[in-house]
């Protein structure tokens, strides 16, 4: 299927190609102490106590943007980056930019819509993005731990006309737990197990992610993210298999499906400083549906198990004195 022009191969091969012209532009044009920059790099760890400040002189953007403890970075809370490349000091940041994405995961149609973006921390200890709540009740030595926290949105057949029949999934609050781990100051690792407490699909999700920091080099940051989830029989029955009665509504042959790792995949975010406390945050993603979420009729047959999303976000960032 096609949207706006566009099929999903068509979309999936503009978006290799550009990564990989952009990626070559930049190394072959960045001078030697961007590359030392990749090597040394100066950000946060996801938890624990704030570094000491380095001996050496930092790299020099212009008043807005230094200023020791005032210092701002970027941000982009795709697969759970959260805390990755923000200084301690941020508490609230908000933003907004177009998205494009397919209109249920495992669907070939895409659509562009407007994706609101907020991440909030409270001293290291509470973390809220766009992939839910943590609170890291317990930590030591860069590693934390707690309960986490997700709302998922609904899946509506409305949404798609490969969903008619099928029914329709609900709203679902997750509720589970969280472990966050980070080394050398520029790989992070998370690993979340949550269920569905309330209405929607009331199943068990698993999703692990490591993110790397690549370089930071004057206002230009970039990371990379690698993920995987593994879902339980009552998620992937709700969202995947197809009854008999559903068979009968839609025309899509029964399929009962079973749980098992739902996709591979990962992530590349960048973050410009535009101004005082404003970033540009250009981002996009790829996930490779597999096992029986990839052998459902509607990924199959109506869908693509190839999924890319692609978008940014203009943010502004505030900071709070909590004392």
Do not use: C
């Amino acid at each position: 299927m096609r949207f706006n022009g566009f099929s999903a191969k068509r979309i999936r091969g503009l978006f290799l190609s550009a990564l990989t012209l952009a990626a070559a532009g930049f190394f072959a044009s960045a001078p030697a102490s961007a590359q030392q920059s990749a090597d040394e790099p100066r950000i946060d760890p996801i938890f624990g106590q704030k570094r000491k400040k380095e001996s050496a002189p930092e790299m020099i953007n212009d008043d807005e943007f230094d200023g020791g403890e005032r210092r701002w970075s970027p941000l982009r809370g795709v697969v759970s980056v959260l805390t990755f490349i923000t200084p301690d000091t941020t508490n609230l940041s908000v933003g907004v930019g177009p998205v494009v994405q397919p209109d249920y995961i495992g669907s070939d149609d895409y659509e562009i819509e407007a994706d609101p973006q907020v991440f909030a921390r409270f001293r290291n200890f509470v973390f809220f993005d766009d992939d839910g709540g943590d609170v890291a009740l317990f930590g030591f030595s860069g590693f934390s731990f707690g309960p986490s926290f997700r709302i998922v949105g609904d899946r509506r057949e409305e949404e798609n006309s490969a969903l008619e029949g099928v029914g329709d999934v609900g709203l679902t609050f997750e509720a589970g737990a969280f472990a966050a781990t980070t080394f050398l100051d520029r790989f992070s690792f998370r690993f979340k197990v949550r269920r569905g407490v309330a209405s929607g699909h009331r199943g068990l999700i698993v999703d692990a992610s490591s993110t790397a920091v690549l370089l930071r080099y004057n206002r230009f940051s970039m990371s990379v993210t690698g993920q995987t989830s593994w879902i339980g029989n009552r998620y992937v029955d709700t969202y995947y298999s197809i009854t008999p009665d559903q068979s009968a509504a839609s025309g899509l042959p029964t399929f009962e499906a079973e749980r098992g790792f739902r996709d591979f995949g990962g992530s590349v975010n960048g973050y410009i400083n535009i101004a005082k406390r404003w970033s540009l945050n250009p981002y996009v993603s790829y996930r490779y549906l597999v096992g029986d979420v990839a052998d459902s009729p509607l990924v199959a047959i109506e869908g693509d198990r190839n999924q890319v999303i692609a978008g940014f976000h203009l943010m502004r960032e505030f900071q709070f004195n909590m004392y």
